[in-house]
C-alpha cells in the first residue's frame, strides 16, 4: 500500500525477560534508530519486564497466558507500518541491519538475520552455520532468534498470519513466506543467548531439538512438545499455571 508510513515495526513478543538483561540492551539500541517504531507484547509477565517496557518510548500491549504466536499475530495486526521485523527477545541485533532495511524498503520483500550465539562451543558454532547455510540459504528457514522480517501487505486483513500452534510457529512462517519470494539473509548479526544449552547442557539439549524437529515432521502436538522444550526454562510461557 502506498499510504504506508515508510517505518520498520520491530515487534517483541515478551515474558518474564529481566533475568538475562537482553531485553534492556535491545531496547536502548532500538530507541536510538530512526524510522523505528517498537511494539511489545508481553504474555502476562511478573518479574519486572513490564515496567522496563513502559520506560521507554514504546507501544505497549498484553496478552495473558498467551501463545509466542498469539502475541506476534497481536503485534503484526496493531502494527501500521511498511515492514514487519520479528525481534526475538533474548537477541541483540545488529543496528546496521535495520538501519539498511529502512533505507530499502521499496525493494526488500522477506528475509532475516544471521544468527550467532553469544556462548562460544564448537556445537553451537556449528549450529548457527547450519542455521545460517543450510536450513536458512537452501531450505529457507529461519528461526525466531534469526529475527525475521517481511512486507506488513503479506499479511493483510489476516489477524492469525502466523500459525497458532506453540511451538515451530516460526517454521510454519518461513514455509508460508517463501511461497512468496526467495528470503534475503542480511550480513548483520542477531546475537542470541544459548541459555537454553547452558541450562540443560549443550549436547542435552541439542539432542532435545532434533528430536522436536523429527516431531513436528511427523506432526506431533505441539503443546506436548512445547512442554518439552520450555522444562525447566520457561522462556516464552510457564506451563506449572496451565492444565
Not at 558454532?125 to 529475527?147: A, K, M, P, Q
Not at 532435545?208 to 520457561?234: P, R
Request: aromatic fraction near 12%; hydrophobic fraction near 35%.
Amino acid at each position: 500500500m502506498g499510504d504506508r508510513p515508510r517505518t520498520v515495526t520491530v515487534i517483541i513478543s515478551t515474558f518474564n525477560e529481566m533475568g538475562l538483561g537482553f531485553l534492556k540492551c535491545s531496547l536502548e539500541n532500538l530507541s536510538k534508530l530512526k524510522n523505528i517504531n517498537i511494539l511489545c507484547v508481553d504474555g502476562g509477565s511478573s518479574d519486572g519486564t513490564i515496567e522496563l517496557i513502559k520506560s521507554y518510548k514504546v507501544e505497549l500491549h498484553s496478552l495473558i497466558n498467551s501463545s509466542r504466536a498469539q502475541r506476534l499475530n497481536l503485534g503484526i495486526t496493531k502494527a501500521s507500518s511498511q515492514m514487519i521485523f520479528l525481534h526475538h527477545p533474548r537477541s541483540i541485533i545488529d543496528p546496521a541491519s535495520l538501519s539498511y532495511i529502512v533505507k530499502n524498503l521499496d525493494q526488500l520483500e522477506w528475509g532475516a538475520l544471521t544468527h550467532q550465539f553469544d556462548v562460544d562451543s564448537l556445537l553451537l558454532r556449528f549450529t548457527s552455520w547450519y542455521s545460517n547455510n543450510v536450513r536458512g540459504r537452501v531450505r529457507e528457514i529461519f528461526y525466531l532468534d534469526h529475527c525475521i522480517f517481511f512486507r506488513k501487505s503479506f499479511a493483510e486483513n489476516d489477524d492469525h498470519f502466523v500459525k497458532e500452534v506453540d511451538i515451530f510457529e516460526d517454521t510454519e512462517l518461513s514455509l508460508m513466506l517463501k511461497s512468496y519470494c526467495v528470503p534475503l539473509r542480511l550480513e548483520g548479526t542477531s546475537l542470541t543467548s544459548a541459555t537454553r544449552f547452558s541450562t540443560n547442557g549443550i549436547w542435552k539439549q541439542a539432542l532435545l531439538n532434533q528430536v522436536l524437529k523429527w516431531k513436528y515432521y511427523f506432526k506431533f502436538n505441539h503443546k506436548e512438545m512445547n512442554k518439552s522444550y520450555e522444562k525447566n526454562t520457561k522462556l516464552n510461557s510457564d506451563y506449572t499455571t496451565k492444565d
